[in-house]
């Protein structure tokens, strides 16, 4: 009996991946070798730049982009986090309220333009106040993961050190954009009153949670060892499927490609509307590769 393949894996440790690290899901076609990485979105820019691992998490905007300018990355389809973004837009209560309606003209602040949260959190604002993305100055200074994309014109990168929070409490912009390091309570208030129920509604009319991060395979592996990803991803949808389902809204993960066209096509119209691709992708550029390997018809 042949042994398995050791594939090199960097994703976060959650309830979805728990079971592939601590081997209660297990393949005799693969072994998923894991490199602990904290925060994920450190591992992101390797990946896309130098397919530095097998297997790895990506951001979802990240992932597009990368299918975009072409870097080897393969998306599979399988959503390892999701979830409500309107209350990620703060503003420090020090210096008055700030509402949506304001913002038109502001300054806006958010780790990185190309942030997964930051594209919800404005996906949010256009559809809800009419508030188009240039109308709004970004403030950023993390750049792109996928080191081909430049940013657009409507976006700034102060030359001082300051971080989001420093630039909050000092005026600086009129608002933040916070994703895993949202700070919650005391002087600091949601922009969008009455975030949660906005996005329950939201989910509900569209039938998915607003997607953070997917999973891809490097292009390279995928020639190499076709099966052996076929068997990793076969144990993330496995691992997926037995997640329980939420109390209130749609789940937050998702597997197999049915359940992740109605999405992409939604993100790619907001990515588009952000000037965060540089072209309109098809379904068949994101989701044809994988469906490809998993049918076993890669070239």
Request: charge should be negative; proline fraction near 7%.
């Given at each position: 009996?042949?042994?398995?393949?050791?594939?090199?894996?960097?994703?976060?440790?959650?309830?979805?991946?728990?079971?592939?690290?601590?081997?209660?899901?297990?393949?005799?076609?693969?072994?998923?070798?894991?490199?602990?990485?904290?925060?994920?979105?450190?591992?992101?820019?390797?990946?896309?730049?130098?397919?530095?691992?097998?297997?790895?998490?990506?951001?979802?905007?990240?992932?597009?982009?990368?299918?975009?300018?072409?870097?080897?990355?393969?998306?599979?389809?399988?959503v390892v986090a999701s979830r409500f973004q309107r209350g990620c837009l703060i503003s420090y209560r020090p210096h008055g309220e700030v509402k949506p309606e304001?913002?038109?003209?502001?300054?806006?602040?958010?780790?990185?333009?190309?942030?997964?949260?930051?594209?919800?959190?404005?996906?949010?604002?256009?559809?809800?106040?009419?508030?188009?993305?240039?109308?709004?100055?970004?403030?950023?200074?993390?750049?792109?993961?996928?080191?081909?994309?430049?940013?657009?014109?409507?976006?700034?990168?102060?030359?001082?050190?300051?971080?989001?929070?420093?630039?909050?409490?000092?005026?600086?912009?009129?608002?933040?954009?916070?994703?895993?390091?949202?700070?919650?309570?005391g002087d600091y208030v949601p922009v969008i009153a009455n975030a949660r129920a906005r996005?329950?509604?939201?989910?509900?009319?569209?039938?998915?949670?607003?997607?953070?991060?997917?999973?891809?395979?490097?292009?390279?592996?995928?020639?190499?060892?076709?099966?052996?990803?076929?068997?990793?991803?076969?144990?993330?949808?496995?691992?997926?499927?037995?997640?329980?389902?939420?109390?209130?809204?749609?789940?937050?993960?998702?597997?197999?490609?049915?359940?992740?066209?109605?999405?992409?096509?939604?993100?790619?119209?907001?990515?588009?509307?952000?000037?965060?691709?540089?072209?309109?992708?098809?379904?068949?550029?994101?989701?044809?590769?994988?469906?490809?390997?998993?049918?076993?018809?890669?070239?």
């Amino acid at each position: 009996m042949s042994q398995p393949v050791h594939l090199k894996a960097v994703l976060k440790t959650t309830a979805l991946t728990t079971p592939l690290k601590d081997g209660s899901l297990k393949s005799d076609q693969v072994t998923l070798d894991f490199t602990e990485i904290n925060p994920i979105h450190r591992a992101f820019a390797p990946m896309v730049r130098e397919a530095a691992f097998d297997l790895s998490e990506l951001a979802i905007v990240t992932a597009l982009q990368a299918v975009a300018f072409k870097r080897p990355v393969v998306l599979l389809p399988v959503v390892v986090a999701s979830r409500f973004q309107r209350g990620c837009l703060i503003s420090y209560r020090p210096h008055g309220e700030v509402k949506p309606e304001q913002l038109r003209g502001k300054r806006i602040g958010v780790r990185s333009y190309t942030q997964t949260t930051g594209m919800w959190v404005r996906a949010h604002l256009v559809e809800d106040y009419g508030l188009a993305t240039p109308d709004i100055r970004w403030i950023t200074h993390d750049p792109a993961h996928v080191e081909q994309y430049q940013d657009p014109s409507f976006v700034e990168h102060p030359a001082h050190g300051k971080g989001l929070l420093e630039m909050l409490h000092d005026g600086d912009i009129g608002a933040a954009i916070f994703g895993n390091d949202l700070l919650e309570g005391g002087d600091y208030v949601p922009v969008i009153a009455n975030a949660r129920a906005r996005d329950l509604a939201w989910a509900q009319q569209h039938g998915f949670v607003p997607i953070n991060h997917v999973v891809a395979a490097s292009a390279d592996i995928c020639a190499r060892e076709p099966a052996a990803v076929r068997a990793a991803y076969n144990l993330l949808a496995q691992a997926e499927h037995q997640q329980p389902a939420p109390e209130a809204g749609p789940r937050k993960t998702l597997s197999g490609f049915d359940a992740l066209r109605a999405p992409l096509e939604w993100i790619i119209d907001a990515c588009l509307e952000q000037a965060l691709l540089p072209r309109k992708l098809s379904l068949d550029e994101v989701l044809g590769p994988a469906d490809a390997l998993l049918k076993g018809n890669m070239a």
